[in-house]
């Protein structure tokens, strides 16, 4: 029988407790007090089934005007069981079409034994989580034990910024630096996950955090030279509410957001550029470091143009809608470069971007000072 030995019990005694830290943080951090920003005594959200259409608002060519008159049975709240008359409106961001079997989210207000309830939206709860339950098995199902690693990781991090990160942001943590603290302990968790306690792991998670400082450092640069700042994004009214009852550095949110955003691109440049090194190494122990750093190098090119494209579409993406109106109204071209929203959306594309390219040299280095040493 093969046992453990003492160096891998500490090691797993270790990533307990860690694991048992974070638990009681985010335990913690979830029950933070918030200032009300909006009174909401009485009113609260239920789920119910839309079981009979009193008065439809189609069209005859299909669209829909006004609102349906339904009668949805409840099946959460206080009022579970009981079959409610309510409104659904025919508005794009509130209220669904309803039809009969329909699982709808239900706004009530109650005063006293009186309750107004309208339709919110469609009940997408089931199909959110279905969709990222189908995700997480076929990462697992096709990337193997691997895979498994990589779906740990993945959830891991949507805690660290759900559960973690944005509550430390409400208690007044720097949104900017926390976001690097978030994103070192993430970077460093995903990829020893994937690559063990190893050199390459170490390798990787150096590079990765090189590269993020290297995109925050280009975005205060972009942002120094050309006046656009956290105080430009479109939603700057209501984030001054936060920054005004909570103290809450809005301006850096979208520093913050660049991090996060480049983390994953980032940490996929290091890793496969550390992990190619390493293999070179056990292949030819003997190897020169000038060679090493050339062959890697080499293989960082090859994968720094594809990644600079991933996060320069993905941000471009983002604003897909606002260039399409820009176009559709004619704007003049001198206008439209010089918009807040185009302003934004380059200085995230480029900076992401320029934390790639930065990663690749900054990897190389690190992984063969590491690997000649050892």
């Known amino acids: 029988m093969k046992f453990i030995d003492k160096k891998n019990w500490l090691r797993l005694l270790a990533a307990a407790a860690a694991l048992l830290a974070f638990i009681l943080l985010a335990v913690r951090l979830g029950s933070v007090e918030k200032t009300e920003l909006v009174n909401r005594a009485g009113q609260n959200f239920e789920t119910g089934t839309v079981t009979k259409i009193l008065a439809d608002n ?73 969709f990222a339950l189908l995700y997480l098995l076929a990462l697992c199902l096709v990337g193997g034990w691997q ?32 976001a690097v603290l978030i994103c070192a302990i993430t970077a460093a968790v995903t990829l020893g996950l994937i ?46 509410t936060l920054w005004n009852t909570s103290g809450i550095r809005v301006d850096q949110l979208l520093f913050a957001g660049l991090l996060i955003s480049s983390l994953g691109a980032v940490m996929d440049v290091a890793m496969s550029i550390a992990s190619a090194m390493q293999e070179i190494c056990m292949q030819n122990p003997d190897i020169p470091v000038r060679e090493l750093l050339a062959a890697g190098m080499r293989i960082g090119r090859d994968m720094m143009g594809t990644d600079s494209n991933t996060l320069i579409l993905a941000f471009a993406g983002g604003s897909i809608s606002s260039l399409l109106l820009d176009y559709s ?46």
């Open 58 to 130: 189609a069209q005859e060519d299909g669209t829909r005007v006004g609102e349906q008159k339904v009668l949805v049975r409840m099946t959460s709240g206080a009022e579970k069981g009981r079959e409610l008359c309510m409104t659904s409106s025919a508005g794009y961001l509130f209220g669904a079409a309803c039809r009969i079997g329909m699982r709808v989210v239900v706004m009530q207000s109650v005063a006293g034994d009186t309750v107004v309830a309208a339709v919110y939206s469609r009940d997408r709860g089931r199909v959110l989580i279905i």
């Open 147 to 178: 895979g498994v690693r990589g779906a740990a990781g993945l959830v891991f991090t949507f805690v660290c910024v759900i559960c973690i990160y944005i509550p430390l942001v409400y208690l007044g943590w720097p949104p900017y630096w926390t």
């Open 195 to 240: 690559g063990g306690a190893t050199a390459k792991t170490l390798a990787a998670t150096l590079g990765t955090l090189s590269g993020l400082l290297a995109a925050g450092l280009a975005a205060s640069a972009f942002s120094a030279v050309s006046g656009v700042s956290g105080w430009n994004v479109p939603d700057i009214e209501n984030l001054l």
């Open 329 to 374: 109204y004619d704007l003049p071209l001198l206008q439209v470069i010089n918009s807040n929203n185009i302003g934004i959306a380059v200085m995230q594309g480029l900076s992401g971007s320029f934390g790639i390219i930065l990663s690749l040299p900054a990897t190389v280095l690190i992984a063969g000072w590491i690997y000649r040493r050892r």
